[in-house]
C-alpha cells in the first residue's frame, strides 16, 4: 500500500497539468485567489519520499 500511495505521489509530481480555476468565482474564495497570486516561495523542497513515510507513519502512530 505504501508502494502505490508514494508511486501515485511521484507520478503526479512528475507530470503537473496545467490548473485552470476560469470557471470558479475566485471571490468567493479569497484564500485560493490569494495563493495564485502570489509567486512561488524559493525555499528548497523536501524529498517527496521523505515526506509521504513521514505523513504516514505519524498518522499510523499518533491515531
Request: net charge negative; glycine share 8%; aromatic share 8%.
Amino acid at each position: 500500500m505504501l508502494t502505490g500511495v508514494v508511486s501515485l505521489f511521484a507520478r503526479a509530481e512528475a507530470t503537473p497539468g496545467p490548473v485552470g480555476f476560469a470557471h470558479a468565482d475566485l471571490a468567493a474564495y479569497p484564500h485560493l485567489a490569494a495563493a495564485f497570486a502570489e509567486p512561488p516561495s524559493a525555499a528548497p523542497r523536501q524529498d517527496l519520499f521523505a515526506r509521504t513515510l513521514r505523513g504516514l507513519l505519524t498518522g499510523l502512530l499518533m491515531e
